[in-house]
């Protein structure tokens, strides 16, 4: 044996036996660490361990069953997995778990395959809504109907009564409201289209209902009562309980202020068991922004505050997304871009030069060279220092330093959230200005059918590009954009994969296709990298948070239709199961979820 080999394994039995007892101690396992994993590297997945000791939430060691063993004490609690596959619990990068639990407690449309049965469900819900009660819901897609044809007020006019309804698309980015609706915003011929949205008409003027981007759609949404706190923590734990019950254990999340401040009611009282990392609207003044990024402790392991949201486009969907030619199916549509550029660049440079890390919604070509544009802008106004790339894998019994509370500019990991259609040569300045692609693979399973006729033969080939941004060393984070696609990750780990649709039957181009290894590494360091928690997230080794779910099959060696229908049997998250089959969301304890220690 080697004296370097030899002397590691002695100096790692010492620790070992330095050890206090652990709390918990997971044995039996086939348990993947990701400590050998790298985002670039394609080879076969790296060699896992048996067991993991866990004490306040954190894994003490990891290793075979007898080495963790000497790690028991007299009130160390044992669970036998059993042999079953365990690896770190993903962390989804884009979620907007408010909505999502909202729209799953009001009209749910996700999956409606006809007009016909987005009346019926409508028509359900509102027998059973008290009088003047305004109907809500959401998660249609007309592409998924015969003919494709967009809804109008008078379609849902006949089954919403006297209610006033709004209805979202799954992507957010379009509304459908009635015409009670549109009558309590006042909104009628004569009202002009909001800059970077779109009020739609039929051939007299008169509005169909159809209101595209948030600044139509808010003339309504504004009318509408806002939730109570106790609406948004029911909302929030169904949404929660959801991702939980999917092994997510982290989500980097965009709610509202409001959704926010009962999260942190949740996590003082026990019983938020899901790792938040929350976002700020990029609009906000930078003062209230500095006061609400002051308002929460930004070392909490649990919940806390990271960058701030803006929104260049809207969606291919909804053919609102700002494209550098017009559509290859609507030659007089090029989108809506959001922002005026230069006003962009001021705001921009103005947050960075706060510490504000930021990300940026862009979907098309134009809307990500435009976001491009004013994050490199604020890069020279802040005079960071060279851009940080991924993190690498360091020694396993090594915990690297935390960042600063408050990120610097030299610090700051800018971000893009989709970056679903590039100019080709701006794959180089993601490069060059060290930017994040935050992005969602399994919004291909529902794009492919008519990505190409949205983009053309040409523009398709630098779209949903996860291969190509890897191969410009791009730090590239995945999640779901929850609710707009399921929360489920298995969904995105086969999208990344196979680029083929859910029954194979369709793929879309394939060269675009990346690694299983590369797609894990993604889901959970990448995405820790991208909230600033690659120090404590995304692996199961000593230092680390004791974040991991546990799976009915080894998705190692699973084959991609195996990979997508995988199903999770216990998500642990501080060293505590808070999902499993049996007993869905309650701490194996039976006491109040803590926060964990502070760093």
Known sequence: MKPLILSAILLAAAAT????????????????????????????MPAKVSALAITNGKIIAAGPDASILK??????????????????????????????GREKLSINLEGVHSLSEMQNRI???????????????????????????????????QVTGDHPAILSRVDGHMALANSAALAAANITADTPDPPGAKIDRDASGSPTGILRETAASNLVFNKVPPPTLEQRRQALNVAINDALAHGVTS???????????????????????LRIAEWLDFNQPVAVLQERRASHPTDDPLLH??????????????????????????????????????????????????????????????????????????????????????PSSPDANIVTAPPPSIPTPASLRFRIEHAQVLLPADFDRFASEGVIASMQPSHLLT??????????????????????????????????????????PFRGLYSAITRQNEAGTQTFQPQEKITLNQAIYAYTQASAFAEF??????????????DLVVLDRDITTATPQQLLHTKVLRTIVNGETVYSEAKPSTPTTGKPQQSGAKD
């Open 17 to 44: 036996q330095a050890q206090p007892p652990a709390d918990v101690i997971y044995l039996h396992g086939n348990i993947l660490t990701g400590t050998h994993l790298r985002p670039n590297d394609p080879s076969p």
């Open 71 to 100: 790690l028991k004490g007299p009130k160390t609690r044992i669970i036998d997995l059993h042999n079953a596959f365990a690896m770190p619990g993903f962390n989804d990068a884009h979620t907007h778990i408010a909505d999502a």
């Open 123 to 157: 028509r359900n819900y509102a027998s059973t809504a008290r009088h003047s009660d305004w109907l809500l819901g959401g998660g249609w897609d007309h592409t998924l109907w015969p003919g494709n044809q967009l809804p109008t007020r008078t379609d849902i006019d």
């Open 251 to 273: 989500v980097q999340d965009n709610s509202e202020w409001g959704d926010f401040l009962a999260l942190e009611e949740l996590e003082h009282t026990g019983q938020l068991h």
């Open 305 to 390: 505050l990271t960058m701030l949201k803006g929104f260049m486009d809207g969606s291919l969907g909804s053919r609102t997304a700002a494209m550098d030619e017009p559509y290859a199916d609507d030659p007089a549509n090029s989108g809506l871009a959001r922002y005026n550029e230069d006003k962009l660049v001021q705001l921009t440079s103005e947050r960075a030069a706060a510490g504000f890390q930021i990300g940026f919604h862009a979907i098309g070509d134009r809307a990500n060279h435009i976001a491009l544009d004013a994050l490199g802008a604020a890069q020279q106004v802040a005079n960071p220092a060279p851009p940080p790339t991924a």
């Open 447 to 488: 794009d492919m059918k008519w990505a190409a006729d949205r983009l053309g033969l040409q523009r398709v080939q630098y779209a949903y590009a996860w291969k190509s941004f890897l191969d410009h060393n791009v730090t590239l984070a995945f999640g779901t954009d929850y609710p707009v696609e399921s929360i489920n």
């Open 533 to 546: 928690r690659e120090h404590l997230k995304g692996r199961l080794e000593p230092g680390y948070l004791a």
